[in-house]
């Protein structure tokens, strides 16, 4: 399946591009920001799918629609634009498009939209339905997806510009989300900030209370939690331990690098996100259960994701557009190598072990003594 996208804002454009593989997966999406370069393209291949923005730099929207429906009343074509107003929706419908959506838009009800004008059931190919290494494969070269109910992407750009936010700007943004709301008011609540006896009521006092840093974090985790989202038992439950053990993994890191006297803020993000890998192999293995009907083998499951977390979790660190920084901790998670000086590695390193229970290990002892940390107290602190 080939989608074309038309869309000058590059972060619109990624959303969209991650929406439809979403939707999609192993379609081949071209993303364009000119109406010339769209031109071009579509005559050079044809598109299965067209997504369109009205106002372009170098012209609109409608003149790209003119040219697709000269050559196909078929292919669906879906306008995503700012204006909302009557006379530009009609404007639009009069030269044959199938939907409009505007500006902003709801990612969940924009990703059903998209399944509506094309069901996954039909084969636009022309192709067998793909073997479950191909969809595998298909994921490792196009955006991913992840069906949490919160944008990871988005919080990771939250987290990167945390420094310029507060509780209230934070708050605002969340306020319609009762997922995060929840979310906020249950830690903020818990025993270790209970501490005046008074319980916090709105996002914005729970936010103040656990600070910014540990306010996006908990966010991310949320993101994280497709568990809920996997209709297959086995691999909602096997999405339950990748979750838990990546929070281990967050908190041991926390712990270790308080006791080094280092910020603990990332160090708990790529934890958080050191099973991303994990999770997108067990989306796609849903997707494969969607389209067979069948529910993978436990065996399955464990190769699929010893054959592919590694693949993919490169994948959606490029795509998340993931600082340096913080893509070589959660590689850290699965390795240092010996002449490794770097405090923050090994404390990710160490933290892993940990999380498996490996703090009497060979390696383990030995990353904490490197970074002064007694390894008795090390152990007691994460049980």
């Known amino acids: ?86 006379d530009s929706i009609l404007a639009a419908a009069h030269l044959g498009i199938n939907g409009y959506v505007s500006k902003p838009f709801q990612v ?133 331990v990748e979750q838990e053990q990546a929070l281990r993994v967050a908190e041991a890191a926390r712990g270790l690098a308080r006791k080094i006297g280092d910020a603990p803020a990332l160090y708990f993000t790529a934890g958080l996100l050191s099973r991303a890998g994990e999770l997108a192999a067990l989306k796609v293995l849903q997707n494969q259960c969607d389209e067979s009907g069948e529910p993978p083998e436990l065996e399955q499951i464990d190769s699929a994701i010893a054959q592919w977390a590694q693949k993919l979790g490169n994948q959606i660190k490029v795509q998340w557009r993931l600082p340096l920084q913080i893509r070589e901790l959660v590689g850290a998670v699965y390795f240092v190598g010996r002449s490794n000086t770097s405090q923050s590695k090994l404390v990710m390193r160490a933290a892993a072990l940990l999380a498996a229970d490996q703090a009497n290990s060979p390696e383990c002892r030995t990353l904490l003594r490197r970074l002064g940390i007694e390894h008795q107290e090390a152990a007691r602190d994460d049980t």
């Open 1 to 86: 399946m080939h989608v074309l996208i038309l869309e000058d804002d590059e972060l619109v454009g990624d959303l969209l591009e991650t929406v439809v593989a979403s939707a999609f997966p192993g379609a081949v999406i071209r993303i364009h920001t000119l109406v010339k370069e769209a031109l071009s393209s579509w005559h050079k291949q044809p598109a299965d799918l067209v997504i369109t923005d009205w106002n372009l730099p170098d012209g609109s929207g409608l003149d790209f629609i003119r040219s697709v429906r000269k050559a196909s009343r078929e292919v669906p074509v879906l306008m995503i634009s700012g204006r909302a107003d009557r």
């Open 108 to 240: 969940d009800s924009l990703h059903q939209r998209l399944l509506e004008l094309v069901p996954v059931s039909i084969d636009l190919d022309g192709s067998s339905s793909s073997s479950l290494e191909e969809k595998m494969e298909a994921a490792c070269n196009s955006a991913i997806q992840l069906p949490g109910e919160i944008d990871t992407a988005a919080l990771l750009n939250l987290i990167e510009k945390r420094d310029e936010l507060d509780a209230v700007t934070l708050a605002e943004q969340w306020k319609t989300d009762p997922a995060l709301s929840a979310k906020m008011l249950d830690v903020a609540n818990s025993a270790s900030f209970r501490r005046s006896g008074t319980p916090v009521k709105t996002v914005r006092e729970a936010i103040s209370a656990i600070g910014i840093a540990m306010a996006l974090n908990q966010a991310l985790a949320l993101s994280l939690d497709i568990a809920g989202r996997l209709s297959c038992q086995r691999l909602a439950e096997r999405a339950q």
